[in-house]
């Protein structure tokens, strides 16, 4: 029995200092029944500092009236009629002339910040990233220094530090202490969190007497660095941000003219029903998603597996039965085969309309695509905007091996730079438009599934890319598939380079009209035109 009693005084004295601490110091709840505000707002800082479950107790009671100050002092918590005392949590009775405690919006809002500071202490690494969140979004205090810097210390999740750090030297800006002041504007400058300006520039502010906010000059020039570093970080973010998402526009851009760039460069056809191929694209990844959901819910992330194949044969199997019924009839007549794509274009709306309803459906990224990484500390690049840069690049060098690496490449070369001569030779020239019609209709299928990614999809979607892919095809060179590329990454990076500074809708004019000059000097675009119509 010896061990047994042994083991049991270890654990006793173990728990006397718990206990101890459980009960809160009577003197830091006395000044919330007081009528100072701010002592009201710095007790709560303190109760809060304690850290354990009493403080959440009577932070939780204050929030929901039920903190009652007796005429001695003494902070009740009344509910249903029964009270205990706050600061040790035994029963109590009310005593005559005891009177709530008022709170207002400021003492609410400090309660609450301070419930959030609690749940950093939490064991649950998912409670305590959300009690960081919820308190970045709100004003520093430094009132909640010390629960910062008691949860910084048993903190281990390295990304939560991180954070926790940056919310203490928020709270620690506004400290008393010159020394802790200015290890937290040091801290603000390595973090590059342009959020921090507001509370950096207040220190460099001056007094109508022309006295600064901030006395100490020191304190003052680290200010200025800090602000000098963190705007020096947001520019390099804003430009590597730009250039990525100018890539990204550029590939979504690559997408939907890859395809126009076939039919339109390589054949000398003007289709107008290009953007809707895009949108057939889009809707048959909307029905993979809806038969895997359906069918196969547990492989749902898995859809664009059979989007891929099934929007390229759905769009390839539309672009050859357009070309052998109309098409076909209209090579070498380009107003009425512009004219004829056009009405097709509008009767492929009205289907979609008619099947799929005229509102737009939801296409879900899968989970692997959700989210981002986190680059430069503050910079998110979405995965599905990854995922399509690289799908583009895919699909490029899966064009250029068709091209000048098969039969059907050969063949395609050959009708484009000679027509007759390849006629005579034994090339089956009809079947060969058809199959390249085809081809570049299902690349723009498979462009639609890209699109899809990246927005709702609805009948009108292809109306606003068609534009734009002609723009790309027109500046890269007609019929070259390097000149493509070129040009649609080209006017991706410039168009979202002119967004900041003109606006989205001055900056589109502007492409417009750089690409009217460019081709009034260079006629054949980017790359020396090469086709059916040089003949």
């Known amino acids: 029995m010896k061990p047994i009693f042994k083991h049991l005084l270890v654990a006793l004295s173990l728990c006397i200092p718990l206990l101890s601490h459980a009960a809160l110091d009577p003197a830091l709840l006395q000044p919330l029944a007081g009528d100072d505000p701010d002592a009201r707002v710095a007790a709560v800082a303190r109760i809060a500092a304690t850290g354990g479950a009493d403080a959440r107790q009577v932070l939780q009671a204050l929030l929901d009236d039920a903190l009652v100050a007796a005429p001695s002092g003494q902070v009740l918590i009344v ?106 504007v040091v801290a603000l400058a390595d973090s590059g969190d342009a959020s921090q300006r507001p509370q950096l520039q207040a220190l460099l502010a001056q007094n109508p007497d022309g006295t600064y906010a901030e006395p100490d000059a020191a304190l003052r020039a680290a200010a200025g660095t800090a602000l000098r570093a963190i705007d020096g970080r947001v520019t390099r973010n804003e430009i590597v941000g730009n250039l990525f998402y100018g890539v990204s526009l550029g590939s979504v851009l690559l997408l939907a003219a890859l395809g126009l760039a076939i039919t339109f460069g390589l054949m000398g056809i003007i289709n107008m029903a290009h953007g809707e191929l895009l ?71 009205q289907a979609v309309r008619t099947v799929f309803g005229a509102q737009n ?55 484009m730079q000679n027509r007759r001569m390849a006629d005579c030779v034994g090339v089956p020239t009809g079947r060969i438009d058809m199959m390249t019609f085809g081809l570049g209709s299902g690349i723009a299928g498979l462009g639609g599934v890209a699109l899809s990614q990246l927005g709702n999809v609805g009948p009108d979607l292809g109306q606003s890319y068609i534009v734009d892919s002609f ?13 493509t590329v070129l040009g649609a990454l080209g006017l991706g990076e410039i168009n979202k380079f002119l967004e900041p500074l003109a606006g989205a809708v001055m900056a589109k004019i502007l492409i417009l009209v750089f690409i009217i000059v460019f081709i009034q000097r260079r006629p054949q675009g980017l790359f020396a035109l090469k086709g059916r119509s040089v003949e």
């Open 79 to 184: 509910r249903d009629d029964r009270a205990v005392d706050a600061a040790t949590g035994s029963a109590a009775a009310v005593p005559d002339g005891a009177d709530g405690i008022v709170v207002n919006n400021r003492l609410r809002g400090a309660a609450q910040a301070a419930l959030s500071g609690l749940a950093l202490l939490a064991p649950e690494p998912d409670t305590r990233r959300a009690a960081v969140g919820a308190l970045r979004t709100q004003d520093a205090d430094p009132a909640q220094a010390p629960l910062l810097r008691q949860a910084l210390a048993r903190e281990t999740d390295a990304d939560i530090r991180t954070q926790l750090a940056q919310l203490l030297a928020r709270a620690d800006l506004g400290s008393s202490d010159p020394v802790r002041r200015k290890a937290a």
């Open 279 to 349: 949108m057939i694209g889009a809707y048959t990844t909307y029905v993979c998603q809806s038969l895997f959901r359906h069918y196969l819910p547990g492989a749902t992330d898995w859809y664009l597996a059979a989007a891929l194949p099934a929007a390229f044969c759905v769009a390839f199997a539309v672009g050859v039965a357009l070309e052998r019924s109309v098409i076909r009839w209209l090579y070498g007549r380009p107003l009425e085969t512009l004219l004829a794509t056009w009405g097709i274009s509008l009767m492929l709306m």
């Open 361 to 415: 459906v939801e296409v879900a990224n899968p989970a692997w695509m959700s989210g981002g990484v986190t680059v430069l500390g503050s910079l998110v690049l979405p995965y599905n905007r990854i995922a399509i840069i690289a799908f583009a690049a895919i699909v490029v060098a899966a064009v250029w091996l068709v091209l000048n690496r098969t039969r059907l490449g050969l063949f395609v070369r050959a009708v």
């Open 471 to 483: 723009m790309v095809v027109v500046l890269g060179g007609v019929g070259q598939l390097a000149g």
